[in-house]
């Protein structure tokens, strides 16, 4: 079992940044990826970033490219994810995943825990 919890969300800017954080619980964290997702009022969830086990990174370059970072630290059973110059199109639940492999994907399916989410408004 593992239980993810994140924080770090609020209301922003725009052009404002946040850190997301997501602590996990388990054993064997650093053998596994992990992904960010979010999802909009009225859109279906759709995939952020993901770093496997060894730390790549994969980004939904479309909407996030050059402006959102995931990384992890595996010391502390975190995931972040850094937002830069956020937009009001980025406003969302955002949710972190953990996946049962060492590689990254972009599906919901590839994720086997989720956390309950952390709010993510980016207003003037």
């Known amino acids: 079992q593992v239980r993810l919890v994140e924080s770090g969300g609020g209301l922003v800017q725009p052009g404002g940044s946040l850190r997301l954080s997501c602590a996990a619980s388990?054993?064997?964290?650093?053998?596994?990826?992990m992904g960010w997702f979010r999802q909009a009022p009225g859109k279906e969830r759709e995939f952020v970033a993901a770093?496997?086990?060894?730390?790549?990174?994969?980004y939904d370059e479309e909407s996030v490219k050059d402006r959102f970072t995931i990384s992890r630290d595996n010391a502390k059973i975190t995931v972040y994810l850094q937002m830069n110059s956020l937009k009001p199109e980025d406003t969302a639940v955002y949710y972190c995943?953990?996946?049962?492999?060492?590689?990254?994907?972009?599906?919901?399916?590839?994720?086997?825990?989720w956390g309950q989410g952390t709010q993510v408004t980016v207003s003037s």
């Open positions: 388990g054993r064997f964290f650093s053998s596994y990826a």
């Open positions: 995943a953990f996946s049962p492999s060492r590689n990254s994907g972009r599906f919901s399916y590839e994720y086997d825990y």
């Open positions: 770093i496997s086990a060894s730390g790549r990174t994969t």
